[in-house]
């Protein structure tokens, strides 16, 4: 692979491996969704959803004091949440779900539960008040209505004695929520979230839906035409999205976006379960595109983070499934391996092989890394840039830390440090690989401590380490070709979050190319190796060494060597002493070797007459 040779070209080209493969004909056998701006996600939960969303939320409260509760909960995780068997995936949506509001109105429940006195009068026991907060969040954003029953769904008792508690009590729960409203003068329960929180909530109502397609079943082209005979358009503008029309990300050439009201309408579609297209954040595929410009058609790819196997099996697309493998590091139990493998294998997917082992702890030297050529790293950061919290948890299966994460205003210093020294090792890890030739490095955060820092320090360490001093990485812009610019800033992609897209940093780290040693640095090299004892250059003129330490050492030196040629590929005639002879120095020779200095001239006097 040649980075820096001119091939890589941008990555929104659509290329023929792309484009080809099936007709449209085996995609006529399913219908896409009806656009219908009704269709909003069920806000009706069962009771094992409040049950398992009081445990999610239970275990992502940050530890403090018992000194300093407010109120006081059975126990506050570390962000570690229990393993839960869920239903299905939209139970397990709207756990997360309604886990991720009840913490962002944290503070106002427990404000309003003790401003009410509920806890006077409706006296509760540790463990029964993370499902209390979780209830009455509920409530409150139902104007203290009740749901109605989940069919099919079996009620538990405490679930029912809480909701008939609160409800006993609503008059002056509401009457609290209703004086705090008017102290921060807020129409609506949303306005008294921390601003960032709104905006983030505001870009995830209206963010688009992005998939790609699976170029190991159908093209790119066969999905664009099924889409034309389905009666969608095809739009040229992100801001025209709306109704039955499609977008082309100008980036990824196997990606599609659709508007955010067809959400729910694709879950579950068949398009999505038989694997002909993957419901995936766009800055997945980016990290993905980044991969598949700087990689060859042969060589193998780890990444550092499997979570649930979209990424690693979207890059595994673009390589050889029979001659190239993608190794995928971070599944953490047998459940999680099988999770994966039937993921994959729905796909179609056969060179992803999944690693137990974290990345940190892997063996470089392992004959099995041998053709390792590009590294995807994509640590678990701050994401800062994300705005759709569960719905990236869900596609991405990131630690639920997430949530909590963005539920408050911003990160803490400490812990926006502590993260960029763990992508720090990360990277250094990975620059032990010994074919390595690129690093593609994705975050989510806007913070430059995780980002350019980063980037910054690890290069440092790279081209310092002692092993490594003819091989030195650059970073490079990720959908371009190599070109030399005058920011190092330049050599970044950043997506800034916003109503249509996640925020990211994606950058590439690649091997440059070794640049041709000079002839003076061989000869120097060569003179200080002994091989050429202490030669330093050459007289053009008449072949002979120049050596330091003046007539003696220069005398030695050629008497042991026979006045034999220096190099071994001088051994032309047209060479005196091994050295390549021009026709200026050979006139120059000749006219010294047969012009006589005016003293060493004889003159020859006519003889005399007889």
Sequence with gaps: ?????????????????????????????????????????????????????????????????????????????????????????????????????????????????IESGFFIQHPVSDEDQSLVTVILCDLMNRNFRLPPPVPNSTAI???????ETLMKARTKLNGALARNRIKHQALSLDVLLPEKVREKDKCSSTMPIYVWVNILKQSVRSVISYLLEQQYEQVRDMEKLEGKTFYLDPLC?????????????????????????????????????????????????????????????????????EKSNLFACGVDSPQ???????????????????????????????????????????????????????????????????????????????????????????????????????????????????NEDVILKTLEYANSLPDNKRIRFKSYHPMMCKKESDTQRDKFLRVQPSENANGCFLAVLAREPEAAEKPQDVIARAAATGIIDEVTAIDPVTGELIVHGGRKKRDAALTRRGNKPIFPHHKSNNKHNGIPLTNLV?????????????????????????
């Design 1 to 113: 692979m040649d980075f820096a040779s001119g091939k890589l070209q941008r990555n929104f080209n659509v290329t023929d491996n792309i484009l080809r493969r099936h007709s449209p004909t085996e995609l006529r056998a399913h219908s896409l969704p009806n656009v219908s701006p009704s269709a909003k996600q069920s806000t009706e939960y069962s009771h094992q959803v409040y049950v398992h969303a009081s445990q999610v939320f239970e275990s992502l409260l940050p530890k403090v004091d018992r000194d300093k509760e407010v109120i006081r909960y059975a126990q506050r995780g570390d962000g570690e949440v229990p393993r839960i068997h869920f239903r299905d995936e939209g139970s397990k949506r709207q756990t997360y779900n309604l886990a991720f509001t009840t913490l962002k109105y944290q503070q106002l429940i427990e404000t309003v539960l």
């Design 157 to 163: 008792p405490i679930v029912t004695e809480v909701q």
């Design 253 to 321: 050439a196997d990606v599609l976006v659709f508007p955010a009201s067809t959400k729910e309408m694709w879950r579950g579609h068949p398009l999505l379960e038989e694997g002909y297209l993957v419901l995936q954040d766009r800055t997945c595929s980016l990290a993905c595109h980044a991969v598949r410009t700087i990689m060859e058609t042969e060589g193998d790819v780890l990444h550092t983070h499997v979570g649930t196997g979209r990424t690693a099996a979207h890059g595994a697309t673009f390589l050889d499934q």
């Design 336 to 450: 999680h391996v099988q999770e994966v493998e039937s993921f994959v294998g729905r796909l179609g997917v056969k060179n992803v092989r999944l690693l137990q082992d974290d990345f940190l702890e892997l063996d470089p030297a392992d004959p099995k890394f041998k053709n390792v050529r590009v590294i995807l790293v994509t640590p678990r950061c701050s994401r800062s840039g994300v705005n759709n919290a569960v719905d990236f948890l869900m596609n991405e299966g990131e630690d639920a830390t997430l949530l909590r994460d963005l539920s408050k205003e911003a990160l803490q210093t400490e812990r926006v440090y502590e993260l960029a020294g763990h992508h720090c090792r990360l990277l250094q890890q990975a620059f032990k690989f010994p074919k390595l030739e690129a690093i593609v490095y994705l975050t989510r955060s806007i913070y430059e401590e995780e």
């Design 586 to 610: 050979k006139m120059r020779m000749t006219e010294k070797r047969n012009v006589l200095p005016p003293h060493a001239q004889v003159v020859v006097h006519p003889k005399p007459f007889k």
